[in-house]
């Protein structure tokens, strides 16, 4: 029997999980098994094309909600040509409705439901000794023009059981995103999560986390993020983790961990001093700081802890941190959805990112759509569109807020021109990225996709339309802003100052052993043709770095200030550049 085990990932760079865990589990039966990964993006006519070719007898399809439409169309149509093809679905996006799905698709043989390792393995032990499907638990299947489901099964206790979805073919993880998991469960029940509907938490041992691990940073990944609802769960467990992590001394990857902040403790806080700087991304939900919200979804959390240990982690600038809130949630409107924005906006996150609630099948907000309100088209990926809390109209305004938060609030690109006007010019984030959505939609901004550079000088033209009178001094900001993240030649709607002289200085000033041994140690005995690539020599009217510790323009020392700029390359988190105050040297050169 040929079988092929695949799925739909997001995104070329993604890789699935649990496509490898089936393998694995079943590798010993005596099957010729192949897995195959592809893309919503693909055309699914060639996708359809792909599977025909490789003459298998029975399909299997991971399915999750970002390609489920997909994966139909798919499974209906390799139906069509090959009727005798035998198609089986499982994961979270078929484990529920499922005699309707069924019954509404007609081409689709088996269901596995639930956890599915261990439904997998029986399921096709019996197709290969044609025996029956009745004492298969976790399946549903069809007896004629019936769907018969089976009973649930048991969560499997001991995960090692599954072997490692990593066992072969380094080069094929090389540059990729890696999902990984060392438990399964949560220790909380929010009510808009799956997850809530298994109750505690299991663990994979950590030798073979370890293992596992190894293998990953040994592949050369990109980036291996860790689909544990609670990473830190287990204290002990999860510092074990990143201890082996920091060990190995990975380079260039990053690993991404889903951790409550409210559990991170003083232990805890002072091991993450020590991380190297970006080996580490924290994603922490907060979804809202309405209390009456809280209660309502069924979260456990502490926002006080939690803003206490965002601010620590902060000021420590090697770990970014990701902080999410969800608009759509139980008692949660405009203005209080504005409260909760702010509350986050100001813990100075390195990403804020604002989700729209998805009324999953199998979650209990679900069930509660009529208590709530809840207005949403049922097919993936079930989000809301307005509940009796927030219209329709206000939804729409956020989602171009969501957008120009994502543009221009999030990492490094903006931040201090971003900081700049919220502090001088408004009473709050929410109030300046309510009014900038504005500007933006009315020049029908959200209609076309823009680059880097352009993205500069749209908020340099919003800030000249509404603030005039202050154009210098956001011209040396935004200035500032642009040389310490971009090593790219500069827009020529941003002024320079005294361009010529330091074109015509800067060699003199790099061809001094005491300036390199002062500044850029690491680059004696260079050219300074050969540094001049890695640098940037700029004149501000004034101290911008000292005024970038207030933001309040009544702080502004108006002297002549020359930067250096070195360009430390974008796999710095925090540190895109090092910035030193050359304008006592610089100046001798001049004189």
Not at 498 to 509: C, G, N, P, V
Request: aromatic letters at 14%; glycine letters at 4%; charged letters at 30%.
């Amino acid at each position: 029997m040929k079988l092929l085990i695949t799925t739909l990932n997001s995104k070329f760079v993604h890789s699935s999980l649990s496509i490898r865990y089936l393998k694995e589990y079943i590798k010993d039966l005596n099957v010729d098994i192949d897995i195959e990964e592809y893309t919503i993006n693909q055309n699914l006519d060639f996708i359809v094309s792909e599977i025909f070719k490789k003459n298998i007898h029975v399909v299997a399809f991971s399915t999750y909600i970002w390609g489920v439409k997909e994966t139909i169309t798919i499974c209906e149509k390799l139906k069509i040509i090959k009727p005798d093809l035998k198609i089986i679905l499982g994961g979270p996006e078929v484990s529920f409705d499922i005699k309707q799905l069924m019954n509404n698709n007609k081409f689709i043989d088996f269901i596995i439901y639930g956890e599915g390792e261990e439904t997998f393995r029986e399921l096709i032990i019996n197709m290969i000794g044609n025996k029956k499907y009745d004492d298969l638990l976790g399946l549903a299947y069809r007896v004629g023009d019936d769907i018969k489901i089976n009973s649930p099964r048991p969560l499997i206790n001991n995960l090692d059981k599954i072997p490692s979805p990593f066992m072969s073919n380094m080069n094929s993880f090389k540059n990729k995103i890696i999902y990984y998991e060392t438990s399964r469960g949560c220790p909380f029940n929010c009510k808009f999560c799956l997850s809530s509907t298994i109750k505690g938490v299991r663990f994979f041992s950590i030798d073979r986390v370890k293992k596992d691990l190894k293998f990953l940073i040994d592949s050369k990944v990109k980036q291996v993020k860790f689909v544990d609802r609670t990473f830190n769960a287990d204290k002990k467990y999860s510092i074990e983790i990143m201890t082996y992590i920091m060990k190995n001394n990975p380079e260039n990857i990053n690993f991404h961990f889903e951790v409550t902040a409210h559990l991170l403790d003083r232990e805890m806080i002072e091991f993450l001093k020590n991380v190297p700087e970006g080996m580490f991304q924290f994603e922490i939900g907060v979804q809202s700081t309405n209390e009456k919200t809280i209660e309502a979804i069924g979260r456990t959390t502490d926002f006080d802890k939690l803003s206490s240990v965002v601010k620590e982690i902060n000021n420590y600038k090697n770990i970014h941190q990701h902080l999410d809130l969800i608009v759509g949630l139980p008692y949660e409107n405009y203005n209080s959805f504005k409260n909760s924005f702010n509350d986050v906006y100001n813990l100075e996150p390195e990403k804020l990112q604002l989700g729209f609630l998805k009324l999953l099948k199998g979650s209990e907000l679900r069930q509660k759509t009529r208590e709530y309100g809840f207005k949403f088209h049922d097919s993936p990926p079930y989000e809301i569109m307005e509940n009796k809390f927030i219209s329709y109209n206000e939804v729409l305004k956020l989602k171009i807020i969501e957008d120009l938060v994502d543009k221009y609030g999030n990492e490094l690109n903006f931040k201090n021109s971003i900081n700049y006007i919220i502090k001088n010019y408004f009473d709050n984030p929410f109030d300046f990225y309510e009014h900038f959505s504005r500007y933006w939609e009315e020049r029908r901004y959200h209609t076309i996709s823009h680059s880097l550079k352009r993205l500069y000088e749209i908020l340099y033209e919003y800030f000249i339309f509404y603030f005039k009178k202050d154009n210098d001094i956001f011209n040396d900001i935004l200035k500032y802003d642009y040389i310490f993240n971009n090593n790219k030649s500069m827009p020529n709607y941003i002024k320079f100052y005294d361009e010529y002289k330091i074109k015509k200085l800067r060699h003199d000033f790099l061809k001094k052993d005491d300036n390199l041994k002062k500044y850029l140690p690491s680059y004696i005995g260079l050219s300074a043709k050969k540094i001049i690539k890695d640098i940037s020599i700029i004149s501000f009217k004034f101290d911008v770095e000292t005024f970038l510790k207030t933001f309040d323009k009544e702080d502004i020392s108006y002297v002549k200030k020359i930067y250096l700029f070195e360009h430390k390359g974008k796999n710095n988190v925090f540190t895109k550049s090092k910035v030193y105050d050359i304008t006592k040297e610089f100046l001798e050169e001049e004189s």
